[in-house]
């Protein structure tokens, strides 16, 4: 008992912990995980309490943001990653479309605004079912997001034996693993832009995911703006360069139905 005694009072002396590792590990965790939050750029920058553990900065993209936990679980995570990546890149082509259809409607030509498209088409192709295109966008989108949650079970198994290499995914969801949104190749990477550093593909990735928020935040304005005027994104930004005190957010009466100029 002496000794056992003299053998804990030597390691206090000594400054060594007498606790077990099993207690010490978490506490080393935690502060390597917040020693990272304060390395990188925070959506609420300085409170590092707002991080959650899953979100260490390994994701691009990743700012600490999930206040609803929507990504504590590993896969829930690896999913939300893909949806976000390609709704971005949805949104992207979509508010490219948009500023294009009404450029060219503004112009005069025979295009209808994005809000129209879809009536026109079906009104000068009557032999067309509304019902049909949309059975068919489910049955053949849903083929694609089970083949997509099959890759994230089981990383690269969904272009084995099935599709070229060329259609397998290089650097999986965000380089966690093999397969997911960044596929490349010749198919879908034509002009080599992942076949150079390491560096130079991250900061594309970045430049992707930041571009595919603003344009996703873009779109859902074109929606709000439509609502509230009745009109495309250049009819209105032509008439805010007209009258800008008249003709902005405040004055249309829905943006802020207290407020009517």
């Known amino acids: 008992m002496a000794s056992v005694l003299a053998c804990a009072s030597k390691a206090a002396f000594c400054g060594k912990a007498v606790s077990s590792r099993r207690t010490a590990r978490p506490q080393a965790a935690r502060r390597t995980i917040v020693a990272a939050a304060t390395d990188r750029e925070l959506w609420f920058p300085g409170n590092t309490e707002v991080v959650p553990d899953y979100l260490d900065g390994s994701l691009v993209g990743d700012f600490g943001f999930d206040p609803l936990g929507l990504g504590s679980s ?13 709704h971005g890149r949805l949104a992207m082509t979509g508010c490219a479309g948009i500023l294009l259809t009404s450029l060219l409607h503004r112009g005069g030509a025979d295009v209808p605004e994005w809000y129209e498209a879809g009536k026109v088409y079906l009104d000068r192709n009557p032999n067309v079912s509304f019902g049909a295109l949309v059975f068919t966008t489910i049955v053949l989108s ?41 596929v490349g190749g010749r198919y879908f990477d034509p002009m080599g832009l992942t076949r150079g550093s390491p560096e130079q593909t991250l900061k594309y990735k970045w430049n ?31 008439d805010h360069v007209a009258d800008p005190f008249h003709n902005n957010f405040i004055s249309n009466g829905v943006s802020v139905p207290f407020i009517s100029l």
Do not use: C
């Open 74 to 86: 590993p896969e829930q995570l690896s999913w939300n990653v893909h949806a976000e990546i390609f």
């Open 142 to 182: 849903g083929f694609v997001e089970f083949k997509r949650l099959a890759d994230i079970r089981n990383p690269g198994s969904q272009g084995s034996g099935i599709l070229p290499e060329d259609f397998k995914g290089v650097g999986g969801p965000q380089g966690r693993t093999v397969g997911g949104p960044y």
């Open 208 to 238: 992707e995911i930041r571009n595919g928020r603003l344009a996703m935040m873009g779109f859902l304005g074109f929606a709000a703006q439509y609502a509230a005027t009745g009109k495309g994104p250049i009819d209105n930004l032509v």
